[in-house]
């Protein structure tokens, strides 16, 4: 079992930037994807970036160039890093590890972007 905390969601300004943190209960090594989905009302969640084994890294193109993902293995936290934030990236930010034969998700942090 694993437990992810988001945090870091809030109200912004267009052109503004926003960091998002997750923090996981136990390693967050030897997964098969670990990243953040959004997913905006009346819409389905979707990618926004994301680690793959192998030392992949994939962005949603209509993040990539604004958004930036990183982890810290040894404190297990995952992060994102959002810069240049539109109105079109409202939505419930969830973070995400998958080992292939389970995947967690957290509850999820708002992150709402004012025009």
């Known amino acids: 079992q694993v437990e992810l905390v988001e945090s870091g969601g809030g109200l912004v300004q267009a052109g503004g930037s926003l960091g998002l943190a997750c923090a996981a209960s136990r390693s967050i090594d030897n997964f098969n994807y670990l990243g953040w989905y959004r997913q905006a009302p009346g819409k389905q969640r979707e990618l926004v970036a994301r680690f793959v084994l192998g030392g992949i890294t994939e962005y949603a193109d209509s993040v990539k160039g604004r958004c930036t993902i990183s982890r810290d293995n040894a404190n297990n936290i995952l992060y994102l890093q959002m810069n240049s934030l539109e109105p079109e990236d409202t939505a419930v930010y969830y973070c995400?590890?998958?080992?292939?034969?389970?995947?967690?998700w957290g509850q999820g942090t708002q992150v709402t972007v004012s025009s």
């Open positions: 995400n590890i998958n080992y292939g034969w389970r995947e967690y």
